[in-house]
Each structure stands twice: as C-alpha cells, then as structure tokens.
C-alpha cells in the first residue's frame, strides 16, 4: 500500500494544530503506520530540504524547520501521496483554496504549516530519512471489535 510522508511543521504545532491535521487525514479514510513528536536536527533539515539549496530561502527555510519541535508521520493508504497534497493545498497559502489546511490555516509561504512529500521517490526517501525503517507499525483496522 502506499505511504507518504507528512510533518506538521513548527508553526502548527505551536498553534496546537496536530490534532486538527491529523483528525483531517484519519476522518478521509487513511491510515497513521508511524508518528512522532521531535527536533530536526540542522543536518538532517538540509538533507531533507536538499531540492531547495541553491534557492534564496534556504537558510530561513532550515531555520525555521528547525526551530521548534514537529510532528512527523507516516500515512498509508490508496493515492495518499497526491490525495495528501491536495487536502495540504497550494505551497503559498495565498493560493491555497478554503477547505484545505494551508488554506484554512495559513497566511504566508515561510509558515505554511505541514510538509507532505511530493512523489513516490521523495516518499521513499523522507520515510527513509525521518523513520529509518523503524517505528512504523502495519495493522489492521478492525472497527466493530474495538467498540464491542
Ligand atoms: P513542502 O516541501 O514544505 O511540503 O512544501 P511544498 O512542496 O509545497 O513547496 P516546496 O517548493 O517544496 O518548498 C518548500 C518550502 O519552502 C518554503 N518556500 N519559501 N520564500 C519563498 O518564496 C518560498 N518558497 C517556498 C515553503 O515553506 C515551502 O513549504
Ligand atoms: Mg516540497
């Protein structure tokens, strides 16, 4: 099954956005296999962000990441990775529709509250980079059994 990466980013987990977010992605239907609270260290924010480190925001883009702690996951599920990024919306929340969290919960592109990987060769890789191929759990969901 597929899986792909999300992180809310430092900026959402100060505003006690982890809950909404990932309320949004279990009531569509996808699966959590991995979660955790943590710090980015500097290094791994430059590997991870290493598409970007010839643009003019790099710096500020590793500062911020870095900053505070994230909540990074790992989901399961049908077409989750292009499906994530659309309830994500677009990169700059000015753009992004209503309806979408960076839509709904966002105003400018340095703060645009959750990271989602963009293709199946960068979820590959994140997963790789943050879980390291530990800490993620593969279940069944079984919903009558849990609420008899
Ligand atoms: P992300 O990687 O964080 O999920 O975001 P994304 O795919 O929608 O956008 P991407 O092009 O990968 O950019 C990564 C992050 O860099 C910041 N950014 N700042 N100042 C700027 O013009 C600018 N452009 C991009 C954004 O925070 C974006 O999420
Ligand atoms: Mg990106």
Do not use: C
């Not at 883009?61 to 990775?81: C, H, K, R, Y």
Request: no cysteine; hydrophobic share 40%.
């Amino acid at each position: 099954m597929e899986k792909t990466f999300l992180m809310v980013k430092p900026d959402g987990v100060q505003r006690n956005l982890i809950g909404e977010i990932v309320s949004r992605f279990e009531r569509k239907g996808f699966q959590l296999v991995g979660a955790k609270l943590m710090q980015i260290p500097t290094e791994l924010a430059q590997e991870h962000y290493g598409e970007h480190k010839e643009r003019p925001f790099f710096g500020e883009l590793v500062d911020f990441i870095t900053s505070g702690p994230v909540f990074a996951m790992v989901w399961q599920g049908e077409n989750v990775i292009a499906t994530a990024r659309q309830m994500m919306g677009a990169t700059n929340p000015k753009d992004a529709i209503t309806g979408t969290i960076r839509g709904d919960f966002g105003v400018i592109v340095g703060k645009n509250i959750i990271h989602g990987s963009d293709s199946p060769e960068s979820a590959e890789r994140e997963i790789g980079l943050f879980f390291k191929g530990e800490g993620l759990v593969e279940y069944k969901r079984d919903v009558d059994n849990w609420i008899y």
